[in-house]
């Protein structure tokens, strides 16, 4: 019983493609229904202008749809052009009456939702639900739409053109359904090439380890090459290693401090001079080395009556940076 049914609904040609356009929108006025009794509590009873408002609007749609027709075809075309330009005229017609039957549902639900009740919506569904059997591509309609266009004598060659084949497409389910699998193929491209990416990445840094290990005193290209997010390679300069600390490089002696006291110099000096002479493998006893100058360089200064006072420091620094007399009359 349904598979008849179903051929006669999804017929790959022009005209299943219109009918299953009108199918479509035959079932919205359920969601609109349940959402507006939704919103008025259940209530039925409405303001009586809104009742005149939505069976007003109903009634023009109505007459609007039984009345307009397509408009007729120009003279000398030729016949695949007049196929052409029939089948677009229909579509338009077809698409008119549906719009025709929406609008009275839309103004009936604002009404009932204005009014409070739900009888506004029943006189605009009562009035429109049957535009959308008149907007159904029946041989009724299209015989007189084709009536219509032939009226300064070209023929329309509408059935024609309304037998050719065309793919199997709904409203709005067909275009997110086309988007959906567009982004599904796309996302997995972009996993695919990810997954790439990071293969070749690994690959890099195990040739690098392998080259490290294999000579780790040579920088390789491997390793002077990284890989940034986007997937190019960015170039980095390896920096030398510093030398390592030499025996002969002996960090500088930490020199003492000066303004001890004399008594502390006497006695090194006097314990100094009663041991005489150091060994000769002493290392502090070395001519030369730093621990010798640094010694040397603090005898001269006790020698010479010891680091300069403040006072001394402060008077030489204020009359080298005295500020020159003024030549001015």
Same mark, same amino acid.
């Given at each position: 019983m349904l598979r008849p049914v179903i051929d006669f609904v999804l017929q790959p040609t022009q005209e299943g493609e219109l009918r299953r356009r009108v199918l479509f929108w035959v079932p919205a006025p359920l969601p609109i229904l349940g959402l507006v009794y939704f919103l008025v509590g259940g209530a039925f009873s409405a303001a009586g202008w809104t009742i005149l408002l939505a069976s007003s609007v109903g009634v023009a749609a109505l007459l609007l749809a039984t009345v307009v027709q397509p408009t007729p075809l120009p003279e000398g075309l030729a016949p695949p052009v007049s196929a052409r330009r029939s089948l677009h005229r229909f579509r338009q017609f077809?698409?008119?009456?549906?719009?025709?039957?929406l609008v009275p549902m839309g103004i009936g639900a604002a009404a009932a939702i204005v009014g409070g009740g739900m009888y506004p919506l029943f006189a605009a569904l009562a009035l429109a639900w049957p535009q959308l059997l008149l907007a159904m591509p029946t041989f009724f309609t299209i015989t007189r739409a084709r009536r219509a266009m032939e009226a300064w004598g070209t023929t329309a060659y509408l059935w024609?053109?309304?037998?050719? &084949? %065309?793919?199997?497409?709904? &409203?709005? %389910?067909?275009?997110l359904a086309r988007s959906f699998r567009a982004w599904r193929t796309e996302r997995a491209r972009r996993l695919a090439l990810q997954k790439i990416q990071d293969e070749e990445q690994d690959k890099a840094w195990k040739d690098a380890v392998e080259t490290e290990r294999g000579n780790p005193t040579e920088p390789t290209k491997a390793s002077e090459e990284e890989r940034t997010e986007d997937g190019t390679l960015q170039r980095t300069r390896r920096l030398r290693a510093l030398p390592e600390e030499d025996s002969d490089n002996e960090p500088t002696a930490l020199i003492p401090h000066l303004e001890s006291r004399e008594e502390d110099t006497a006695d090194a000096s006097d314990k100094e001079s009663a041991e005489g002479d150091p060994a000769p493998g002493?290392? #502090?006893?070395?001519? #030369?080395? &730093?621990?010798?100058?640094?010694? !040397? %360089?603090?005898?001269?200064?006790?020698?010479?009556?010891? %680091?300069?006072?403040?006072?001394?420091?402060?008077? !030489? !620094?204020?009359?080298?940076? !005295?500020? &020159?007399p003024s030549h001015k009359p």
């Open positions: 077809t698409q008119l009456r549906v719009a025709l039957a024609h053109a309304l037998s050719r &084949p %065309a793919k199997v497409t709904w &409203p709005i %389910a067909t275009p002493d290392p #502090s006893s070395s001519s #030369s080395g &730093p621990r010798a100058s640094v010694d !040397r %360089a603090a005898r001269r200064i006790l020698d010479q009556g010891g %680091a300069l006072g403040l006072g001394v420091r402060n008077r !030489r !620094r204020g009359q080298a940076n !005295r500020r &020159p």
